[in-house]
C-alpha cells in the first residue's frame, strides 16, 4: 500500500486504484461500447425477439418495425405482445446522415458502421468479444490472486444492515467523503458483484450459445438458457441492464465529484477528506 | 469566469467536435482495409477454439417431429429465374444433373434418383440464418461424405465448392451467381447431405430445389439452395471474388459456426 499524502484543508491524497484494476476499466470501457454498437448493428438484421428454439414470426415477444402511415410517412414502431408505441427518430424509423428518414431498427449514431453493414458489425462483434474476455480474464485473475476480489466487493455483515441508510444516502445524493470513500460503499459493492458474475458472465454465455458449432458441443448450455432465441433474447435484456448500469455508474460519478474520480481512475490517485483532522 | 451563455456555448462546441471527431474517426476506421483485416483476424482465432473445442466430430442437436417450425423463412433467392432453372422445375428435375468434378478420381454425373438411391441420412435440426433467426425442420438428403468417397478426392482438394442455379445479383462477370466453399473435414461430418426432402415432402423451389446443402453446425448462408455442380478445389482465390462465397465476397466470414 502506497503511503498517504497529506493535502492543505485537511485534505489527503490517497492511492486507491491499482494500475491493473485502471488498465482493465478503461480496456473494458471502450471495449463494451464497440460490443453495444456492433451488436445493435447485428441486430438492425433482424429486430424480433422470441422465447424458445425458433423464431415464431407472427408472434414475436417484442420487435421493431417501421411502417408506412396513412400519408406515407415512415414511422417507426416497437411491438410487444401487449400492444405498440410509435419510436419513430430513434427506433424502427431515423433519419441518416443525409437527412432521410430511413427504415432501420438502430439510428446510425447508434450502430457500428453507421451504415447498415451486417458482416461489418459481425467482424467488430467477435473481434471485441476476444478483447472482452482476455481483459475480463486478466482483471479476475489478479483479482483473485490478490485476494482483492473477496475484500473489495463483497459486503460484510455489518454493511448490509445498514444497506438501507448507505440507499437513503445515495438518493439524497449524500456520498462518502472521507475515510468511507478509501473503499467501495455496500451499494457500490453489491452492483460491482452482479456485473462482474451475473450480468457480464451472462452475456459471454449467452453469445456463446447463439454459436451453432458451440451449441452442436454443448446442447446443455442452450438447453438451460431455454433455447437459441431466448439465449438471444437474454442477451439483448443482459445489454439493456448493462446500458442501465453504464448509465447510473456515470451520473453517481457525475454526482460525487467527476473531477476527483475520474482522476483516481486514470493515476489511481483521490482526494479524501481528512475524518480525524475534521473532529 | 466566464458567463453562463458562453460557458454553454463553448461546451457544445467542444462536445459537437469531440463527438463528430469520434464519428468521422469510426466511419473511417470501418472502411480501412488494414483495419478490416485485423478484425477479420478473429474468424481464423474462432475457428481454431472452435476446433478445439467442438470437435469434427460433434453432431448438431436433433429435435422431436413436434418442434419442426410452422413458417420456415425463405432468404435469398426464392425461385431462380434462368429458363434452364424453369425448365428443369416443369420437368419436375426429370433431365437435372448433379455435375461433380474438379479434384476427383471418378467425375460424376448424378440425376435425382441417383442421389436418392445413394446413401442417406434423416435428422430434424435447427437452421440458424445470419439475421438472427431460427427455425426447424425434417430434412433427408444423400450423404455428402458418401458420394465423395464414391468420386473419390484427390489428396490436394481441401474444400468442396458449390456452384448454384441463382444469380443473387446482376453482374457482367458472374460474380454475383450464388456459391459457396466448405473444408473437406466439414463435408465428411455425417449430417452434412444434399437434402432432397423437407419435412417429408420434396425441396420446395423456395426452398433450394432439387438440393441444397445442409451443413448443421453453421449458419444458413453457407448452406447453399439450387445447388447444380460441386467442384473439389485446392484453393477458392480463383472463386468468384475469392473470398469463398457470394456472401463472403461482400463481407460476411468465410467460417460461419458463429
Redesign the interface.
Known amino acids: 500500500m502506497r503511503a498517504d499524502k497529506p493535502l492543505r484543508n485537511n485534505r489527503i491524497l490517497v492511492h486507491r486504484h491499482g494500475v491493473l484494476v485502471r488498465a482493465t476499466h478503461w480496456v473494458n470501457a471502450v471495449t463494451l461500447l464497440v460490443l453495444l454498437l456492433s451488436g445493435l448493428q447485428i441486430l438492425c438484421a433482424h429486430p424480433a425477439f422470441y422465447w424458445g428454439d425458433t423464431s415464431e414470426f407472427a408472434h414475436p415477444f417484442v420487435s421493431i418495425t417501421p411502417v408506412t402511415a396513412a400519408n406515407g410517412e415512415l414511422r417507426g414502431v416497437v411491438n410487444w405482445t401487449e400492444g405498440a408505441v410509435d419510436t419513430t427518430g430513434i427506433l424502427g424509423a431515423s433519419r441518416s446522415a443525409d437527412g432521410q428518414m430511413s427504415a432501420r431498427a438502430f439510428p446510425a449514431w447508434l450502430t457500428l458502421p453507421a451504415e447498415l453493414d451486417l458482416g461489418a458489425g459481425r467482424r467488430w462483434h467477435f473481434f471485441f468479444a476476444w478483447i472482452f474476455v482476455l481483459n475480463g480474464a486478466l482483471y479476475l485473475a489478479d483479482g483473485a490472486v490478490r485476494r482483492r476480489l473477496a475484500s473489495d466487493l463483497v459486503p460484510t455483515g455489518a454493511e448490509l444492515k445498514h444497506i438501507g441508510r448507505d440507499l437513503l444516502d445515495h438518493l439524497r445524493l449524500r456520498f462518502p467523503k472521507g475515510e468511507a470513500a478509501r473503499r467501495y460503499n455496500v451499494l457500490q459493492k453489491l452492483a460491482y458483484l452482479a456485473v462482474v458474475f451475473i450480468v457480464l458472465p451472462v452475456m459471454v454465455l449467452t453469445g456463446l450459445a447463439m454459436s451453432p458449432a458451440i451449441d452442436a458441443r454443448f446442447h446443455l448450455l442452450t438447453q438451460v438458457l431455454g433455447g437459441r432465441q431466448s439465449a438471444r433474447t437474454l442477451h439483448f435484456i443482459g445489454v439493456s441492464s448493462l446500458a442501465a448500469f453504464v448509465m447510473v455508474h456515470i451520473a453517481m460519478v457525475a454526482l460525487a465529484g467527476p473531477f476527483n474520480l475520474l482522476r483516481s481512475m486514470i493515476t489511481g490517485r483521490l482526494v479524501i477528506r481528512n475524518d480525524e483532522a475534521a473532529q | 469566469m466566464t458567463s453562463g451563455p458562453d460557458r454553454r456555448f463553448w461546451l457544445r462546441a467542444g462536445l459537437t467536435a469531440i463527438l463528430g471527431a469520434g464519428?468521422a474517426a469510426?466511419?473511417k476506421l470501418?472502411?480501412s482495409p488494414q483495419v478490416?483485416q485485423?478484425?477479420?483476424?478473429?474468424?481464423t482465432?474462432?475457428r481454431r477454439l472452435?476446433g478445439l473445442?467442438?470437435?469434427s466430430r460433434?453432431?448438431?442437436?436433433e429435435?422431436e417431429a413436434s418442434?419442426i417450425?410452422?413458417?420456415f423463412?425463405a432468404n435469398g433467392t426464392t425461385s431462380p429465374d434462368s429458363d434452364d432453372y424453369q425448365k428443369h422445375v416443369a420437368s419436375g428435375f426429370a433431365d437435372w444433373r448433379l455435375q461433380i468434378g474438379g479434384l476427383v478420381e471418378r467425375p460424376l454425373s448424378l440425376s435425382l434418383s441417383d442421389l436418392k438411391a445413394a446413401p442417406s441420412r434423416s435428422q430434424i435440426t435447427?437452421h440458424?440464418?445470419?439475421?438472427?433467426?431460427?427455425?426447424?425442420a425434417q430434412w433427408k438428403g444423400a450423404r455428402l461424405g458418401a458420394i465423395l468417397e464414391r468420386a473419390g478426392l484427390k489428396p490436394q482438394a481441401r474444400y468442396l465448392a458449390f456452384f448454384c442455379a441463382d444469380t443473387l445479383e446482376m453482374t457482367l462477370d458472374g460474380t454475383g451467381d450464388y456459391y459457396e466453399t466448405i473444408g473437406v473435414e466439414d463435408a465428411f461430418h455425417p449430417q452434412t447431405l444434399l437434402a432432397y426432402e423437407m419435412n417429408h415432402q420434396p425441396l420446395p423451389v423456395a426452398h433450394g430445389a432439387p438440393i441444397r446443402l445442409r451443413l448443421?453446425?453453421?449458419?444458413g448462408y453457407k448452406m447453399a439452395k439450387y445447388v447444380m455442380r460441386i467442384e473439389a478445389v485446392e484453393s477458392f482465390a480463383n472463386l468468384g471474388r475469392g473470398k469463398g462465397g457470394y456472401?463472403e465476397d461482400?463481407?460476411?466470414?468465410w467460417y460461419a459456426?458463429?
Do not use: F, K, M, P
Open positions: 464519428v469510426c466511419d470501418t472502411q478490416n485485423v478484425l477479420d483476424g478473429a474468424q482465432w474462432n472452435h473445442l467442438v470437435g460433434a453432431l448438431a442437436r429435435y418442434a417450425s410452422v413458417d423463412r435447427r440458424d440464418c445470419v439475421e438472427g433467426w431460427s427455425a426447424i448443421e453446425r453453421q449458419l456472401w461482400r463481407g460476411y466470414q459456426g458463429i
